[in-house]
């Protein structure tokens, strides 16, 4: 039996819930990283814009936020195997 499932019910269904939320804004975060990376333009809600030719540090964010986790990530996994 594991932790998980040692749970009770409500504690499991608000657990997964949690986890879907969160793995759907992280889908959501990477798209726009992705989007960064491409140098697409990105608009605010006051009507301006920012480009990654005008800001240097969102580019440099997208790449680390895109290239650096799943590494580290898969890293991290097989220590624990």
């Given at each position: 039996m594991t932790v998980v499932q040692s749970l009770p019910l409500a504690a499991q269904a608000s657990l997964y819930l949690l986890l879907?939320?969160?793995?759907?804004?992280?889908?959501?975060?990477?798209?726009w990283?992705?989007?960064?990376?491409r140098g697409?333009?990105?608009k605010n809600p006051d009507?301006?814009?920012?480009?990654w030719h005008e800001q240097k540090t969102h580019y440099g964010i997208a790449v680390?936020?895109?290239?650096?986790?799943?590494?580290?990530?898969s890293l991290a996994s097989c220590s624990y195997s």
């Amino acid at each position: 039996m594991t932790v998980v499932q040692s749970l009770p019910l409500a504690a499991q269904a608000s657990l997964y819930l949690l986890l879907i939320l969160i793995g759907l804004f992280a889908l959501l975060v990477f798209g726009w990283q992705v989007n960064i990376l491409r140098g697409k333009v990105m608009k605010n809600p006051d009507g301006s814009t920012d480009d990654w030719h005008e800001q240097k540090t969102h580019y440099g964010i997208a790449v680390a936020d895109v290239f650096l986790p799943v590494p580290l990530v898969s890293l991290a996994s097989c220590s624990y195997s």
